[in-house]
């Protein structure tokens, strides 16, 4: 499965932006999905995750209640709102869809990664 993550941008701090995954070359039905995000010199790191349902979400700790993670079966697509940004936001963030419809903290579950947006939080 292909994935494209898009929606990426600059922003002021307080801002909202919604980052989209589109998948191609087959259906994302079968798979859970998770947003992960890297900053400038550190590690890639987990931010949200969802299973095949919708049913189920999971979220970071410093992105909770400030962030959504919803997904439309029907469009093959998987979104990431984010409300209430702050400069620590700031990152390449990526889609990646892990096989058997669960949902994962783990970025070693993940089978398929997309390229990653860019989101910059100003202020």
């Known amino acids: 499965v292909q994935l494209q993550a898009s929606g990426g941008g600059l922003v002021q701090t307080g801002g909202s932006l919604r980052l989209s995954c589109a998948a191609s070359?087959?259906?994302?039905?079968?798979?859970?999905m998770g947003w992960f995000r890297q900053a400038p010199g550190k590690e890639r790191e987990f931010v949200a995750t969802i299973d095949w349902s919708g049913g189920s979400t999971g979220y970071a700790d410093s992105v909770k209640g400030r962030f959504t993670i919803s997904r439309d079966n029907a469009k093959n697509t998987v979104y990431l709102q984010m409300n209430s940004l702050k400069p620590e936001d700031t990152a390449v963030y990526y889609c990646a869809a892990r096989y058997g419809g669960t949902g994962s903290y783990g970025i070693l579950e993940y089978d398929y990664w997309g390229q990653g947006t860019l989101v910059t939080v100003s202020g």
């Open positions: 070359g087959r259906t994302l039905r079968p798979y859970g």
